[in-house]
């Protein structure tokens, strides 16, 4: 599928740090390995609804970690799915009685647009389950033929994977039983559901219902893929097993990522199926978590189409750290609109205070856990000190700020 087109990307002097983020599996802070191809997966959106600020927090988050690789002389191999096919998908179009095509193709635009917009780098493979099926169905085939999953007994043709013959089960989010089955129950799964063998089981394949697309699915039963097998089939096919960092939103430590990690396990027989599961907190609204579930959202392209900054936009939402929940206000807009002018006079200035400890800090604050509200500092106090006319001076400074806050924070300043 077609992915956005790339901002360009400034090459700064000398090479950054290795890149460390916390990674949910072993509930700490552990530096990245990557091979001089670095490969990252994040799981994208469900096409049926526009990108609200929440997305957006989270692909920020995971930019970041591509532009550090990047410094740091990695190339980066970024895969991301497009779930166009889904039950949230159906219903939106049931309910507006529109084609699900269309709105999926829609939505999928205009996030492309929102991505380009914000300055994300664009993912090498930019998937959809629905183009991704046939290999899907491929790898469903392995796992009833190995005896690893089993089809439902109740004439609905649905698969299963049997989570029982799945030793790495649960090494992913460490949650206990009653912590999965509350998630699994609230986030799309069916433990009550009758015939399963556990009622942690995940759907692997949903057969044909009346009124639904279907396509052909394993050993010839028409329907439609889970969720969590479309991922990470795609991984497989892109990326490989071991790749260095699985991404998303924190909704998905469970049951999501955990899912996608033990089908991956099982089809390989090896693991882990990533080196690091990396989660994105929440952004808020009025005290409450943003969600198409409760409706209170706020759009990236309405913001746009007010004539909002994307740059101001991307500020705004890496002035808090990746993993804080935090809320969206319009003051925290002000904020980041005073910020980007701030900066923007600064580097437009014919001289600076020296640019080489900002250039040190940033690439060190964003290494570190991608601590971008400490290299927003480090930028504010530079600006600050360019602007007061005082100091040391130093020609080329506004040139090299501009170029290092464009190529690691992707917030572009000026033509500089
Ligand atoms: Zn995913």
Redesign the pocket.
């Known amino acids: 599928m077609l992915s956005w087109p790339a901002p360009l990307l400034p090459t700064l002097p000398g090479t950054g740090p290795v890149l460390k983020v916390h990674d949910t599996a072993r509930g700490e802070v552990v530096a990245t390995n990557p091979d001089r191809t670095a490969r990252m997966y994040v799981?994208g959106i469900t096409p049926y609804d526009a990108t609200h600020l929440g997305h957006a927090a989270t692909y920020l988050a995971f930019d970041l970690v591509n532009r550090v690789w990047r410094d740091a002389g990695h190339a980066v191999h970024y895969v991301q799915?497009v779930t166009d096919i889904d039950d949230p998908l159906l219903e939106r179009a049931d309910r507006d009685n529109e084609d699900w095509i269309v709105l999926a193709m829609r939505e999928t635009a205009l996030f492309r647009e929102d991505m380009t917009a914000l300055r994300v780098l664009p993912p090498e493979d930019y998937v959809g389950a629905v183009e991704a099926i046939p290999r899907i169905v491929g790898y469903i085939e392995t796992l009833l033929d190995e005896g690893l999953a089993y089809v439902l007994d109740d004439g609905t043709g649905d698969v299963y994977h049997d989570i029982s013959r799945a030793p790495g089960f649960g090494s992913e989010s460490r949650y206990d039983e009653a912590t999965m089955l509350g998630f699994f129950a609230e986030r799309g799964g069916d433990p009550e559901r009758p015939g399963k063998r556990q009622p942690l089981d995940p759907m692997l394949w949903r057969g044909e219902r009346e009124g639904e697309p279907s396509w052909p699915g394993p050993r010839g039963a028409k329907g439609r893929p889970g969720?969590?097998i479309?991922?990470a089939a795609i991984a497989l096919d892109t990326i490989g097993m071991g790749f260095d960092v699985q991404g998303?939103g924190s909704d998905?430590v469970f049951p999501?990522?955990e899912y996608?990690a033990v089908h991956g396990e099982a089809l390989t027989g090896t693991k882990p199926f990533a080196q690091a599961y990396v989660h994105a907190a929440m952004i808020g609204l009025d005290g409450e978590k943003m969600s198409k579930s409760r409706g209170n959202l706020v759009f990236v392209s309405k913001l746009r189409g007010e004539g909002v900054d994307p740059m101001a936009i991307r500020l705004a939402l890496l002035s808090g750290h990746y993993r804080t929940d935090r809320a969206w206000t319009p003051d925290l807009l002000r904020e980041a609109q005073q910020r980007l002018g701030t900066w923007r006079r600064a580097v437009a200035q014919d001289s600076g205070a020296p640019a080489g400890p900002v250039l040190h800090g940033v690439r060190e604050r964003l290494a570190d856990d991608l601590d971008s509200p400490g290299a927003i500092a480090l930028v504010d106090a530079w600006a600050a000190a360019t602007l007061s006319g005082e100091g040391e001076r130093e020609e080329q400074a506004p040139a090299v700020v501009c170029d290092t806050v464009d190529a690691l924070l992707g917030v572009a300043l000026q033509d500089c």
């Open positions: 799981c799915n969720w969590h479309e991922c998303g998905l999501h990522h996608s």
